[in-house]
């Protein structure tokens, strides 16, 4: 089993940065990919973004993309997400992701991921 969780959320105002953070644990041996996802109510499970766990990036979401960057330190079994020039559509719950060590057919599904975190709140006024 691989445990997530999350830390990092918060409050912004619209052009400021975030950064969040996720951190493994269990069987890390076993992680092929990590990614980032965010949902608000009422709506599906959106991905943001996603990184092999040796290290390649695997891509971004158009929404995000040249605003957010995802980054893995290995060492620390900790997924990071460092999202700039935030806008106020980036409101939402924050959840980071695994995958198992074959990695996923479709990386920016969510059902692909079989290990989620709780989930942080980022909230963004304009």
């Known amino acids: 089993q691989v445990q997530l969780v999350e830390s990092g959320g918060g409050l912004a105002q619209a052009g400021g940065s975030v950064r969040l953070s996720c951190a493994a644990s269990?069987?890390?041996?076993?992680?092929?990919?990590m990614g980032w996802f965010r949902q608000v109510p009422g709506k599906e499970r959106e991905f943001v973004a996603a990184?092999?766990?040796?290290?390649?990036?695997?891509g971004y979401a158009d929404s995000v993309k040249g605003r957010f960057t995802i980054s893995l330190d290995n060492a620390k079994n900790t997924l990071y997400l460092q999202m700039n020039s935030l806008k106020p559509e980036d409101t939402a719950v924050y959840y980071c992701?695994?995958?198992?060590?074959?990695?996923?057919?479709?990386?920016?599904?969510?059902?692909?991921?079989?290990?989620w975190g709780q989930g942080t709140q980022v909230t963004v006024s304009s």
């Open positions: 992701a695994s995958t198992g060590v074959g990695g996923a057919v479709s990386p920016r599904s969510s059902w692909a991921y079989g290990h």
């Open positions: 269990g069987r890390t041996l076993s992680i092929g990919i």
């Open positions: 990184v092999y766990w040796r290290g390649n990036i695997i």
